[in-house]
């Protein structure tokens, strides 16, 4: 391969990415606009945290040639949904619902796949909800409908994913058995806490603290 070639391979990379960092912002104004909203009407800020991740191109290429996926960029946007990522880590697990309902009932929003981990935790005791949502993106050649994956979850379900990814690592994915059940008995509690301070919120603010009228 020469190096122009080289080079326009990597532009056009460069070039397929870009559209997934317009979906990631376009999702970040949505979520900074209801936060800020909430808080002017409301008096209730829903949201702890939001972050967003583009995938790398190498974990993008890694992920391609895991899956078996062609690598052409045409079947990499049909088979690879999580290459734009925003997390929104909520207060309450009502909240989390709240805005899950609030931003994918929008009307230029297409929900294209809903993972609920709440309702069903995974088997290692991991919590989040997550959704594969279709944003537009007007570029000067027009639009795209971009997927973006978010994540919705508590602080407490932040807090036990971060360190069990982080653990999982120590561990190159070879975690002891033991250790494993200490980690779903760990995720139990973050459940529980969740339910506890959820509780306690109802008990100061009634049934439904903030509450807006459902869409
Ligand atoms: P990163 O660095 O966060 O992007 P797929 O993504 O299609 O291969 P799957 O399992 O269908 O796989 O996707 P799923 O279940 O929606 O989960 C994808 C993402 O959710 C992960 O992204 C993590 O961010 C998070 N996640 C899922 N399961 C776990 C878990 O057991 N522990 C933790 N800590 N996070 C989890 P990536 O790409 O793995 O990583």
Request: with cysteine.
């Amino acid at each position: 391969i020469s190096a122009s070639e080289l080079r326009s391979a990597r532009d056009e990379m460069q070039r397929f990415l870009l559209e997934y960092r317009f979906g990631m912002q376009e999702i970040e104004t949505k979520i900074g606009i209801l936060r800020e909203e909430f808080e002017h009407t409301h008096a209730y800020n829903p949201i702890e945290h939001v972050t967003s991740r583009l995938k790398s191109p190498d974990s993008l290429v890694d992920k391609v040639a895991r899956k078996g996926i062609d690598p052409d960029f045409d079947t990499i946007r049909a088979r690879i949904t999580d290459i734009a990522g925003v997390r929104i880590t909520c207060s309450f697990v009502t909240d989390v619902y709240r805005l899950f309902d609030l931003l994918s009932h929008q009307d230029d929003i297409t929900v294209l796949q809903v993972k609920d981990y709440i309702a069903e935790p995974k088997p290692n005791g991991y919590q989040s909800l997550h959704a594969i949502v279709e944003v537009p993106v007007f570029l000067s050649t027009g639009r795209v409908a971009v997927p973006v994956e978010v994540q919705f979850r508590t602080i407490a379900m932040d807090f036990w994913a971060s360190l069990e990814h982080k653990i999982y690592y120590k561990y190159a994915s070879q975690v002891p058995e033991g250790l494993l059940a200490e980690l779903k008995d760990a995720a139990d509690s973050a459940a529980a806490l969740d339910h506890r301070m959820q509780r306690l919120h109802r008990e100061l603010h009634g049934p439904r603290p903030g509450a807006i009228v459902a869409v």
